[in-house]
Every structure is written in C-alpha cells, then in structure tokens.
C-alpha cells in the first residue's frame, strides 16, 4: 500500500528545496569580487560562475518533470537534491575558477531536476481546497529567496569566507533528502517518454551561443573559434526546432507559439530577463569595487531593488486579474527601464547611495508588477492542458535571456572598461547599463502588443496556478 504523504510535511520539505535552489541564482553575486581576487578569476570567470548554474538550469529544466513522471517523483527530486548538494560541496571545495565553474553547473543540473517536482509533489499532496493558500506561499517563498539572496551571500562571504555560500547547502540538502525519503509518497505519470534528443539539442545549442558571446571580447570577435562556436550553437538550435516539430512528445511543444499572447508573454520575459538581470550582475560588484564596501554592506545596499517587487508583486497580481495584464506589464517594464537609465545616468566613483536607493525602488517596483502579470498571460494565453507546459517553456525561456543578459552586458563592460581602477569600472558599467534600460524599455513597447482582454484570470484555480508560476518567475 503507498504512503500517502503529510500536506504539512510535503511542503515543508517541497518548500526548503525550492528556497535553496532559488537562493542559488543571486547568492553569489555579492561574493563575485572576493572569488575574483582569492582564484585569480577573469571576468569570463566570473561570468561563468552564475551562468554555468543558469544555463544547466534552463537547458534542463524542462527535463526535470518528465524525469519524475517517468522515474517517479520522489525518486527523482530525492536525486535531483542529491546531485545539488554534492555540486555545492564541489563548488566550496574549488581550488580554482575553473572546478568551481563546473561544480556551478552540477548544482544546475541538481536545480533542474528539483526545481519543477516541488510544485507537481506539492499539488499532489495538497486537498483542492486548500491548495490556493499552499501554491501561494509556495511562490512567496520563491520571491523571497530571490529579494535576500544578495544579503545572505553578503553576509556569509563577510562573516566567514565564499566558500560557506555553498558549504551550507550541504546539510540543509543531506536534511531534507533524508525527510523527502521517509516522508513524500511516490507518484508517477508511467508511458510517458523523454525527448532526450530534444534536451541534447537544446543543450549544445544554447552552450555554444553563450560560449561564443563570453569569449567574444577576450579573444575578438573575428577570432575563429568564437565564430565557429556562434555558428554551431545557431545551427543546434534550428535542429532542435526542426526536431521538436516532429517529436511525438516533444520537450518544448511549438504550438505553444502559435497563440500572439504566448509569444509576446515569452518575448518579455527574455527581454526583462536580459536587462534587468544582466545589470544585477554588474551592479551587484560596484559596491565593492569602486566603493570599497565589505560584501554584507553591498548586499544591503542592493536590497531596496530586490526586496520590493515581495511588496509589490501581490498588489499587481491583484489587480492584473481585473483589469488584464497588458497595462500593469506594460508600465512595469516601463519603470524598470526608467530605474536602469536612471542608474545609469547617476553612476559615477563617488555618487551618494541616498541618490540611488529612488532609482532602486523604481526599478525594484517595475520588478514586482511584472511577476504576477507575466503568469497570468501565461496561463491565460494556452489551453488548461497545456498550462504546465507553458510554465515550463517560459520559465527556460525567462533563465536564459538573464544567461544572454549577463554574456552581452558583460561583453560590453570588458569592451569600454576593466576591473582595474574604480573609474575604469565606471567607464564599463555605464553603457552596459544604458543597454540593459533599453532592452527593458523594448520590451515594455512589446508587451502593448498583447491582446486587451490577455490574463484576465479563468476559472477557480487559476489564481493557485498563477501564484505558483509567479514563484518559478520570481526565483
């Protein structure tokens, strides 16, 4: 006879493993100049510290629930949390840029199998009536890994060293693989298969896109193999196309893609994704670098940005299932752009941080009124049956434009600027920035083209389900 798992233990346990994998995403960044100076890493070393975790995580991600449905659930987030906790070991243990790179994208493919079964276990366990409270703090707790990342890995780096950023994943992990064991029930979808030449294809693509785009300044942009890696990753991607039309169980089905408001909900999240996340990825270092901040007062700093959208994403969820997505997405966007280029024109070696903290929750508010919007255009723009398939397309989709975001904005710094004076940083971080707002504010104009009456919500479940994809956003 099956075990029937405690509601109370199954999101206990769905909970902590979601809140470790998301912190996982902006924890580091606060550490970015320690590791820098302590491995004698170069800024494409650093680039690959966050995006080995991301782009494993997203090239994956749709992977990770097929797995379970396949494997069993609890089977597979019990390993998928396995795999995570010894990449965090690794990655403490790194003795270079080079093993704590691949340690990253170890705990990114742990992340991408654990990720998606948290919230399938989770509804599993969870009585209809009560699964809109669960949902909606199972995706509270996503945002709220995202807001105190910067502040944790700010804290640990300054308090102890770098290397407890991953050290204390470890008996966390050991912990809750231990409960997930003995106390969530196995459940299982039998039949179905996995797209594993899909995940192959998606993979090398995307990997040599973003190999291209990192080195391309380091090496030129002319030099053969940036080019070469350029032109096999684009070549990947259009047979994983051609291949996913014909799949019979395909892991990004295209006719997701055919409805304006889907395409126009995933083009935003790419493009909000590339810029504001891309710029976090520099402006996370400039407290360090040119202000000469300690790694737990720079994360401080930052909170005003991160913390906000905790506050605002619950209005903008409100009120989007009211009047439609499209206005409140629309001038989210808008005052992300706004608060980018407001940074961007204040910036300098000695700015005052009261100057930026309005900027900061300009931007940090434009944040929160993307959230909530962007998941009820995504559950509203497909079928019901479709919704977990489109969650699943547009949270890769949303991980992969902040993996782009980060390899061009970079690109841009080394090409204007260095890691050698407080000014040569400036000189870098300005237009990487200015180009950040302007991505953003592009896709503040593409999402006017979304239909008027798209995300007005449907149905009973669908403020549960919008929650719930709010969270995977959010984190």
Known sequence: MARRASPLW????????????????????????????????????????????????????????????????????????AVFTIGSACAALSPSSGTLILARALQGLGGAITMPLTLTILSDAISAEKRPLALGAWGGIGGLAVAVGPVVGGAITQGVSWHWIFWVNVPIGIVAILFAHFRLSESRAPGRSLDLRGVALASLGLFGIVWGVTHGNGRGWTDGEVLGAIAAGVAFIAFFLVWEARAAEPILPLQ??????????????????????????????????????????????????????????????????????????????????????????????????????????????GMGLFFAPIANVVLSAVPREDEGKASGANNTIRELGGVFGIAVLAAIFSGTGSYATPQTYVDGLIPGVWVGAAVVALGAALALALPAATAKLRGVERPARAAAIEGQIAA
Do not use: C, H, K
Not at 41 to 68: I, K, P, Q
């Open 10 to 81: 199954t999101f206990f346990i769905t909970a902590t493993a979601l809140f470790m994998v998301s912190l996982d995403n902006l924890v580091v960044t606060m550490a970015l100049p320690v590791i820098r100076l302590d491995l004698g890493a170069s800024l494409s070393d650093l680039e690959w510290t966050v995006n080995a975790y991301t782009l494993t995580f997203a090239a994956l991600l749709l992977m990770g629930a097929a797995l379970g449905d396949r494997f069993g659930r609890r089977r597979m987030f019990t390993i998928g949390l």
């Open 256 to 365: 997701l893609f055919r409805r304006r408001a889907s395409v126009v909900a995933n083009g935003v999240s790419f493009l909000m994704s590339f810029g504001m996340f891309g710029s976090i990825f520099l402006l996370s270092q400039y407290f360090q670098i040119v202000q000469g901040l300690n790694p737990l007062d720079a994360g401080l700093r930052i909170l005003p940005w991160t913390a906000t959208p905790v506050i605002v994403a619950p209005i903008a969820g409100w009120a989007s299932g009211r009047i439609g997505g499209r206005p409140i997405l629309a001038a989210g966007l808008a005052l992300q752009g706004i608060g980018l280029g407001w940074i961007a024109a204040l910036i300098s070696t000695s700015v005052p941080y009261s100057s930026l903290v309005p900027a900061f929750v300009v931007s940090g508010a």
